[in-house]
Nanobody, 122 residues
Framework: VQLQAFGGGLVQAGDSLTLSCAAS????????MGWFRQAPGKDREFVSG????????YYADSVKGRFTISRDNAKNTVYLKMNNLKPEDSAVYYC????????????????WGKGTLVTVSS
């Protein structure tokens, strides 16, 4: 599976942005998918995860209530809607997947895509 994230950019604090992760090579409709981010000088961190059906979603405390993950299996795409962005949300955002139907919070992803940069100015 090849993943490509896009939709990043430069926005102001309080703005909204939607990231997309398009998969190719094979369907991701049976896999749990997630978003991670990495800010300069920091470790990569979990942002959000979603089960194959979209019924179950998971969020880091830092984004809960502001970010929404969703997926369109017909389009082989996963989304991350980010509202009320803060400067601390600035990072390269990566999408990733697990070879499981759910999103397993205690297991690392098995495949990753290239990231997209989000910069939030204050």
């Amino acid at each position: 599976v090849q993943l490509q994230a896009f939709g990043g950019g430069l926005v102001q604090a309080g703005d909204s942005l939607t990231l997309s992760c398009a998969a190719s090579g094979r369907t991701i409709s049976t896999y749990g998918m997630g978003w991670f981010r990495q800010a300069p000088g920091k470790d990569r961190e979990f942002v959000s995860g979603i089960s194959y059906s979209g019924r179950h979603t998971y969020y880091a405390d830092s984004v809960k209530g502001r970010f929404t993950i969703s997926r369109d299996n017909a389009k082989n795409t996963v989304y991350l809607k980010m509202n009320n962005l803060k400067p601390e949300d600035s990072a390269v955002y990566y999408c990733a997947g697990q070879y499981s139907t759910g999103w397993l919070t205690d297991r690392p992803p098995r495949f990753w895509g290239k990231g997209t940069l989000v910069t939030v100015s204050s």
